[in-house]
């Protein structure tokens, strides 16, 4: 009669390696519950299936890249009164990234607009889909050096796998022409094709601050606002109140 090391290593061979290392735990939970043959084969299945799914989201979780985590059930409505926690919500269907739409948040710094992007991200990874985090900065950095490399396409082809690229703080640095034109190929790439979520502190219409040439802003801007989902945040910075607070 074959032991449970046995029957493990056989289901380890076939790769199931949530079935063979939780095995004891699931045979005794079907004797238990004096589960028929057909209730503890389907045990097996829904067993491998979670432990899989559980092991994806954790892998995803960390090539997405964030700097930190920030869940949208932290966030605070109740200051952040320009976005209404419904509006969020509606996203979270995740319908925009079907349609490769894109997402917008504008305001000053501190107000929300990182964390909001994240704890988006976070629910579409738990959902299934694959993101990138990457500030506006470190990802103009990444296609400079691609670029420099020859391999500028191949690092945006990377980036194409993703699901949903998230574009943080653009506009708060000036972009140098090359910069500018690293930009507009990956966002071209994007175009209908894959979701951006972008957080900024200039609205369109100063897009050329930090683009320098207009010429270059305007179909940049065309692109990301032709499917997107806008949403203007306003208000005090997070950030400086709890500084004051502690303060006083």
Avoid at 5 to 24: G, K, M, N, V, W
Avoid at 61 to 85: C, D, M, V
Avoid at 130 to 156: D, H, P, Q, R, Y
Wanted: aromatic share 10%.
């Amino acid at each position: 009669m074959p032991s449970i090391d046995q029957i493990a290593r056989q289901y380890r061979s076939l790769c199931l390696t949530a079935i063979a290392e939780h095995l004891p735990t699931l045979l005794s939970q079907a004797e238990t519950h004096e589960s028929s043959y057909l209730q503890f084969a389907e045990s097996l299945v829904e067993h491998e299936q979670r432990q899989r799914n559980t092991k994806r989201i954790e892998q995803n979780r960390k090539r997405a890249g964030f700097p930190l985590l920030k869940s949208l059930e932290e966030f605070n409505y109740r200051f952040q009164t320009t976005i209404r926690k419904r509006e969020v919500n509606s996203l979270l269907d995740f319908g925009f990234i079907d349609n490769r739409d894109n997402v917008v948040f504008i305001g000053p710094p501190g107000v929300g607009k990182t964390h909001l992007a994240i704890g988006i991200g976070l629910k579409a990874i738990d959902a299934g889909y694959k993101v990138s985090f990457n500030t506006a900065l470190g990802l103009m950095e990444t296609l400079e050096l691609a670029e420099l490399k020859g391999e500028l396409k191949k690092k945006i082809n990377q980036l194409l796998k993703f699901d949903v690229l998230i574009i943080d703080e653009l506009g708060y640095l000036p972009m140098n022409k090359q910069g500018i034109h690293n930009l507009f190929q990956l966002i071209n790439a994007l175009y209908e094709y894959r979701s951006v979520i972008l957080t900024t502190n200039k609205e369109f219409t100063n897009w050329g601050e930090f683009f320098i040439d207009d010429n270059v802003a305007v179909p940049i801007v065309d692109r990301i606002i032709h499917h997107s989902h806008i949403f203007m945040l306003g208000g005090e910075s997070y950030r400086l109140k709890s500084k004051l607070n502690q303060a006083s």
